[in-house]
């Protein structure tokens, strides 16, 4: 097992609930998506990676797909003593739609949120209903991410600002069905030098954790800001949570790239991010992770790499986090350490990380990537990706259940 350095309290907390974890126990792949005679090509794109959620039982998956000659948004829903997924439902409307972000309501009942004609739009759907669509404003907007907080939603996304993406997050009250729009802010206050992409958030304690790339210093790094009371649209200065190399930086250029971040909260109080970096430039991207800390002056611990050392020179991918409020945690990417791509997963073990563990199911000669990942109060994991049989044909998405191991 490989050890690296994680911050000692969630050490602590982590190695009272996880110390005896085994791997889960997984069933047999679902399709999500039926078998298509013509090329379609399904995305599991959303910022944040929130294409999975469950309510009261029943499992839901959102993507866009371009099976009708135009890229749309649809879900599919799964009850837990079932088989097999419902067909399709186109949630988007005539323009073109992508990256929709998805969570779970109470009852069987989930938000998502999407892009389309460069607006964000949003529809509270049920297995049996779908609500009225609001769109958030007339400015240019995209990569939409969501999270939930006693009913209440936040969602954050990339906004237009003259040339560049600015990240700014809405407060919406759930009456029933209905969405309301309550108040919208900057994350970040500081004038937009250069784009900011990709946002994610997570609630911690009654505190807003937003997490995005940021391009202000010439290349990609991840940054990150919070408010301290969820109520409220007030956010402290951001800081900066992918580490600066030392040494010297001329086989980056400006510096490093980075990709993709991912938050999730679990336990109390605890959040992670992880995102895809690419620090050694004779390697591929690696799976990097670092811990909330809840400080003014810091607000993410140390930087640790995820994956283990077989991971090596190959290209790891589509950095994924789950959590759950009893502790659980673990991480997802799709790897190609095997010749093609398949998905992994690590978590925490002892204080560090566990080996990588091939999904049984998501890997072999098929290309699996794209993962989006849950974990359900008991720590069973739920998983979807994409997968292509082929070089250049078509995809299909895929469902596995993992019931956690006693």
């Known amino acids: 097992m490989r050890l690296r350095t994680l911050g ?23 399709n999500v998506t039926s078998t298509q005679s013509k090329k379609i090509f399904h995305h599991l794109e959303s910022s944040g990676r929130h294409n999975i959620a469950i309510s009261a039982g029943t499992v839901a998956i959102a993507w866009e797909d371009d099976s009708d000659g135009t890229p749309r948004v649809y879900l599919a829903y799964k009850d837990g ?9 186109k949630i988007s409307g005539k323009g073109e739609a992508y990256e929709p972000s998805l969570v779970a309501l109470k009852n069987k009942r989930f938000v998502l949120a999407w892009e389309e004609d460069s607006r964000i739009q949003m529809r509270v759907v049920t297995p049996n209903d779908l609500g009225t669509t609001i ?16 009913q209440q939603l936040l969602l954050v996304y990339s906004q237009r600002e003259g040339r560049y993406g600015h990240i700014q997050m809405q407060r919406i009250e759930i009456d029933e069905d ?10 970040d206050t500081v004038p937009v030098k250069d784009d900011q992409l990709y946002p994610s958030v997570a609630s911690a304690a009654g505190r807003v954790i937003v997490a995005w790339e940021d391009r202000r210093l010439g ?6 800001a919070q408010n301290h009371d969820q109520n409220s649209c007030s956010f ?14 001329s086989a980056f250029g400006m510096g490093h790239g980075v990709s993709r971040v991912a938050l999730t909260a679990y336990g109390f109080g605890k959040v992670l991010a992880v995102w895809a970096d690419k620090r050694y430039y004779r390697e591929g991207h690696d799976i990097y992770a670092a811990e909330y800390v ?13 994956q283990d050392s077989f991971g090596g020179i190959a290209q790891q991918w589509h950095a994924t986090v789950a959590g759950n409020s009893n502790g659980g945690l673990i991480v997802g990417w799709d790897d190609n350490r095997d010749g093609d791509a398949n998905i992994m997963l690590s978590w925490p073990e002892g204080n560090g990380w566990s080996d990588d563990y091939a999904v049984p199911g998501a890997d072999g000669t098929s290309e699996q990537n794209h993962p989006t990942i849950i974990l359900d109060q008991e720590g069973n994991l739920h998983l979807a990706w994409i997968e292509r049989a082929t070089i250049g044909g078509s995809t299909q998405i895929y469902y596995l259940f ?3 191991a006693k």
């Open 219 to 224: 290349h990609t790094i991840i940054m990150a």
């Open 294 to 306: 809840s400080g003014k002056k810091q607000l993410f611990g140390p930087n640790t790499k995820v």
């Open 178 to 187: 209905k969405l309301h729009l309550k108040q919208e802010c900057a994350v």
């Open 402 to 404: 993992g019931r956690l």
């Open 236 to 249: 402290d200065s951001a800081q900066r949570i992918s580490e600066k190399l030392s040494g010297k930086r």
């Open 81 to 89: 003593d079932k088989q097999a997924f419902s067909k399709k439902i």
């Open 135 to 150: 769109i958030l404003s007339k400015a240019k907007a995209a990569q939409p991410s969501l999270t939930v907080i006693d």
């Open 8 to 30: 000692l309290g969630v050490l602590l907390y982590l190695t009272s609930l996880w110390a005896h974890a085994q791997p889960w126990e997984f069933g047999k792949p679902v």
